[in-house]
């Protein structure tokens, strides 16, 4: 029996896949508001995840959420006891399942998930963008890939500059916005050092979905009528909106280039998109735009792989994703502050929001100064993700009152807001092989421009350098030297796909998140309501969530996920609360008794699927 979860509208094109062969459920037919829980609770263990009683698993404690939030506690993820896969797409999470049901490892599953995502949630699952994954194979071996995509050779450190030296949006809209694309290298470099199957297998489920195309849903729709003005500013004739008019749900979106694209690339691997027909169709784009990518940037792009970050968290282990993201050692420096506190304070009380926020101002203070392309610029990572310098760090945070960031050193102006954009997915397969890969085209639907003839969305990735170091980009993020955009220079990223191991060293979370900077955020509460707080994955998701990255000097909260009189505390502390109504966009898998539990964002659209 095959186990899925949809959350919100992406149920109805999930309906559809019959042509995916997978056995769905009670999914199709169950409300449309929340997840779907179709799982086989108590289900037979499997050989290879843990056996019920595993006390490396300790219970999971219920959850109180402030009267209001809008999610509710007690909600079970969906439960499946060999395989999972989580996304922000049903059809690309159905596309891994897939691939391990025909014998495929987590790897050769992840990979296939990749690629769909491509075709079934464009606005971020890309081949003409890039991203990171961090690999923990059941025999230990752990690696971490950098596919990020990196400046044109001819790009220059004020090329979004205008004569009078004001910042363009030259680094967001169109074709001079895109970085050399790193997916399809990235992606492929990963399956050949831990996959089992050929690429042209694992793209077969990709290549379908673009050929025969899917039904799309309501998130889709929303997301092309978002961007349909952008999309037809740059490409009249993507298969977004045909005839000038953006898809909508319920209609079949079928991608006939972008099928030629994928069966190239599964028939000759990357050399067809960096050197063939694929890079002459995206340097005639580029020229068409005036884009700088040349064949040149195309011919020189290589993933990089890099030791994972490897820290701990009262016991737990973390492995994630080193510079060029930001993402790993931003996320060690704050649980390495919190770990500093021998009791955590209760879940959503007035100290908990000030600790946690506390931390990750300091931590965020140190992202935006001293983090860059390792390549390029000397990154201290050893002295950010020390224990010691956590606890200097710690020091300087008072119990009931809040450190204005001007007060703190460095003094770094950072972010105002950020983009929602990137995507997360996590896969685990029976063997307890695991994979976490972060994705992304930078901003929804990435720069407007897609390559026509090969079918695919570019990126906007150049505007995560500092465009203007010291100044804000078009997303308010200020940034340092360390971050200027030079030739073949890959921008910072806040990307941070996560595996925690349990303290006797088995796979416990595989989790990751889209959304700027909060995605370090988002990802370490996932985690840190897991081990500090027992919470289920069901919970940990659903749990209200907090931000703060420096600059603004602010406490950023979900409307309705902090109790007025908990507010009231805070702003007496000095905190500025800064309300959102929806703080990231994380896709997680937990083990449990007996197999694992996969939830996609309640906030957003996904789908869990396993068996
Ligand atoms: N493009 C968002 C990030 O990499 O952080």
């Not at 979004?160 to 790193?182: F, Q, W």
């Not at 993933?303 to 994972?308: D, Y």
Request: charged letters at 15%.
């Amino acid at each position: 029996m095959t186990t899925t979860s949809f959350t919100t509208a992406a149920r109805a094109s999930a309906c559809a896949l019959g042509a995916l062969s997978l056995a769905f459920s009670a999914a199709c037919t169950a409300p449309s508001s929340q997840a779907v829980d179709t799982g086989v609770p108590g289900g037979r263990p499997s050989s290879a995840v843990r056996a019920p009683g595993d006390p490396a698993i300790p219970e999971r404690q219920t959850a109180r959420f402030p009267d209001g939030w809008r999610l509710p506690a007690g909600t079970r993820a969906t439960f499946a006891p060999e395989v999972m896969a989580v996304s922000n797409s049903p059809e690309a999470s159905a596309a891994a399942a897939e691939i391990m049901r025909a014998g495929g490892n987590a790897v050769d599953a992840a990979v296939a998930l990749g690629f769909a995502l491509a075709v079934s949630w464009p606005e971020a699952g890309n081949i003409g963008g890039g991203g990171y994954t961090v690999v923990r194979m059941a025999d230990g071996r752990t690696a971490a890939i950098d596919y990020r995509e990196v400046a044109p050779l001819a790009a220059t450190r004020n090329m979004y500059l205008d004569e009078n030296g004001k910042l363009t949006d030259k680094s967001i809209y169109g074709h001079l916005a895109s970085g050399v694309p790193g997916a399809v290298a990235g992606l492929n470099a990963l399956l050949e050092r831990y996959g089992t199957m050929p690429l042209s297998r694992v793209m077969q489920p990709a290549i379908k979905l673009a050929r025969d195309g899917f039904v799309v849903d309501t998130a889709l729709a929303g997301s092309i009528e978002r961007a349909s003005k952008m999309l037809l500013r740059f490409q009249a004739q993507s298969p977004f909106t045909p005839g000038g008019k953006p898809l909508a749900a319920g209609a079949r979106l079928v991608q006939p280039d972008l099928a030629r694209t994928l069966e190239a690339i599964a028939a000759q691997g990357p050399s067809a998109f960096y050197s063939g027909w694929i890079a002459d169709s995206l340097t005639g784009e580029m020229q068409r735009g005036g884009g700088i990518i040349t064949k040149a940037d195309l011919a020189k792009y290589a993933p990089v792989w890099r030791a994972p970050i490897r820290t701990t968290y009262r016991g737990y282990g973390l492995l994630s994703m080193p510079p060029s993201s930001s993402g790993g050692v931003t996320t060690a420096e704050a649980l390495n502050i919190l770990e500093q506190y021998p009791t955590v304070p209760s879940y959503g009380s007035t100290q908990w929001f000030h600790l946690v926020g506390s931390a990750y101002q300091r931590a965020f203070i140190d992202r935006n100064a001293k983090l860059g392309d390792p390549a390029f610029v000397q990154v201290p990572l050893a002295q950010l993700t020390s224990k010691t310098y956590a606890a200097r760090l710690k020091a300087t945070i008072a119990d009931t009152r809040a450190t204005p960031t001007r007060d703190l050193e460095p003094r770094m102006e950072a972010a105002a807001r950020e983009p929602m954009n990137t995507t997360h997915y996590s896969v685990v397969d029976a063997r307890g092989n695991a994979v976490a890969t972060t994705t992304t085209l930078n901003n929804s639907w990435g720069s407007g421009v897609w390559v026509r003839g090969a079918g695919f969305m570019l990126n906007d990735e150049m505007d995560d350098f500092a465009a203007q170091p010291g100044k804000p980009n078009m997303f308010g993020l200020v940034q340092g030297e360390q971050n200027a955009i030079q030739p073949g220079k890959r921008m910072l990223s806040a990307m941070s796909p996560t595996i925690v191991l349990d303290p006797v060293d088995q796979v416990l979370l595989v989790v990751g998140a889209a959304g700027g900077p909060t995605i370090i955020t988002g990802t370490s509460q996932v985690i840190l309501n897991v081990i500090d707080h027992r919470m289920s994955l069901g919970d940990a998701m659903r749990a209200p969530r907090v931000h703060h990255q420096a600059l603004p000097d602010s406490l950023t909260f979900e409307a309705g996920g902090v109790r007025p009189a908990v507010l009231d505390s805070l702003r007496g502390y000095g905190h500025a609360m800064r309300e959102l109504r929806s703080l990231v966009n994380v896709n997680a898998i937990m083990r449990v008794k007996g197999g694992w539990e996969g939830q996609p964002e309640p906030r957003r659209s996904g789908g869990a699927v396993g068996y």
